[in-house]
C-alpha cells in the first residue's frame, strides 16, 4: 500500500502534457503498451538512420497494444497479443495484485503484429488455461482451423469468445466494448476497432484501417463521440517506402489532419496517432514536424501514458 501511495503523489506532482494522464488505482483506467507497427521499431533488416539512429528505449517502441484495468474487480484486459507481449502484460500488472496472466484479450485481426503473441500461451511458453480471447467469427475461425494457434484452442490455452459487430461485450457493470467492424486488408479475417465505454468516458481504438473514405462511417463523428481516439498513424505520408500504397493502404497522418482543419481544438486534442511505422519521421523526436503536428491541436500515443475511464 505504502508503494502505491508514494507511486501516486510522484504522478499527481509530474507536470503532464495531457489532462487527462493523471493516473489513479481507483479508476478503471487504459494504458498505453505500444506504439509500433506490426514488425516493431528498430524494423528487422533496416538500416537506415530511423532505426539506428533515432531510437532512445527499445521498451517505446513495443508493437501497438492498449491494457484495459478494470479496478473495481480487479480485472486487466489487453487489445492485441502483440510479439511483445510478455514485456506488456507486466508493465499493465506493474504494482497491481491478480494471479492471473490477463483477465482477456481483444483481437482486431490476423496480421502479424495483432495476434502473434498468442504463441507465448501455449506449451512451449505459460501452458496458460482458458484465457478468453475475443476475437470476430472469421478471426474465430481461422484460430481454430490454423495451426500452431488450433493447438492452443485444442489444449484449452485459450477460450475463444465469438464477438460480433456493433455488439455489447459487457466487462462489468462500468465497462463494455463495442467492436466495429472497419475496411483492411482481409486475408485470414475480418478488422474490427473498439469502442471501449466506462463510466466517465470512451475511448476509440483503431489501429489498423485502409483510408477513412472507404469506411461506411463518419471518423469525424465517431472521434466526436468519444473522449480519446487512438487513430491508425502507420505513415505520415506516401513518400516513406518504395513500395505501392495499395499493396498497404492506410490513411496517412496527413490525411486525417487535413480531415479534420476545420474541426474545433477540442475535437483535435481527442486524436491520439498510434501504429506507426519505423519509416515515420514523426517517430525521430529531433525534427520539427512532430512539434508543428502537437501545435495543431493532435497528439502521439506514448508507452506508459494512462488514461481514465
Not at 508493465?91 to 503473441?117: M, Q, R
Not at 482451423?145 to 484452442?153: F, H, T
Request: glycine fraction near 6%; aromatic fraction near 10%.
Amino acid at each position: 500500500m505504502i508503494k502505491y501511495k508514494i507511486l501516486v503523489l510522484i504522478l499527481i506532482a509530474t507536470n503532464f502534457s495531457c489532462d487527462e494522464y493523471n493516473p489513479s488505482y481507483n479508476e478503471n483506467f487504459l494504458t498505453i503498451l505500444g506504439i509500433a507497427q506490426d514488425a516493431g521499431y528498430p524494423h528487422i533488416g533496416c538500416n537506415k538512420d530511423c532505426c539506428n539512429k533515432n531510437i532512445t528505449d527499445d521498451m517505446e517502441y513495443f508493437v501497438t497494444s492498449i491494457g484495459l484495468s478494470d479496478i473495481e474487480n480487479n480485472k486487466h484486459y489487453l487489445f492485441e497479443a502483440t510479439p511483445d507481449i510478455t514485456s506488456q502484460i507486466k508493465h499493465l500488472k506493474d504494482g497491481l495484485e491478480n494471479k492471473k496472466i490477463i483477465d482477456g484479450i481483444f483481437l482486431t485481426h490476423a496480421h502479424i503484429g495483432h495476434y502473434s503473441g498468442l504463441m507465448y500461451l501455449g506449451r512451449e511458453a505459460l501452458g496458460a488455461k482458458n484465457i478468453p480471447i475475443y476475437t470476430m467469427p472469421r478471426m474465430k475461425k481461422f484460430l481454430e482451423e490454423n495451426g500452431p494457434w488450433s493447438q492452443l484452442v485444442s489444449l484449452n490455452n485459450i477460450d475463444l469468445k465469438e464477438i460480433n459487430h456493433n455488439e455489447n461485450v459487457i466487462l462489468s457493470s462500468d465497462l463494455r466494448v463495442i467492436p466495429i467492424s472497419v475496411p483492411h486488408r482481409d486475408e485470414f479475417s475480418e478488422t474490427v476497432g473498439y469502442k471501449i465505454i466506462g463510466k466517465n468516458k470512451s475511448a476509440l481504438f483503431i489501429p489498423d484501417i485502409d483510408k477513412w473514405d472507404l469506411w461506411d462511417k463518419s471518423i469525424v463523428d465517431e472521434v466526436k463521440s468519444v473522449d480519446y481516439a487512438f487513430l491508425d498513424a502507420t505513415f505520415y505520408s506516401g513518400e516513406e517506402i518504395n513500395r505501392s500504397m495499395s499493396e498497404i493502404p492506410h490513411p496517412f497522418i496527413s490525411e486525417t489532419i487535413d480531415i479534420f482543419k476545420d474541426e474545433l481544438i477540442e475535437t483535435k486534442n481527442k486524436i491520439h496517432f498510434i501504429h506507426f511505422n519505423h519509416t515515420n519521421p514523426v517517430l525521430n523526436k529531433n525534427i520539427t514536424l512532430r512539434d508543428s503536428i502537437q501545435k495543431l491541436g493532435f497528439n502521439f500515443s506514448k508507452f506508459g501514458d494512462r488514461y481514465m475511464l
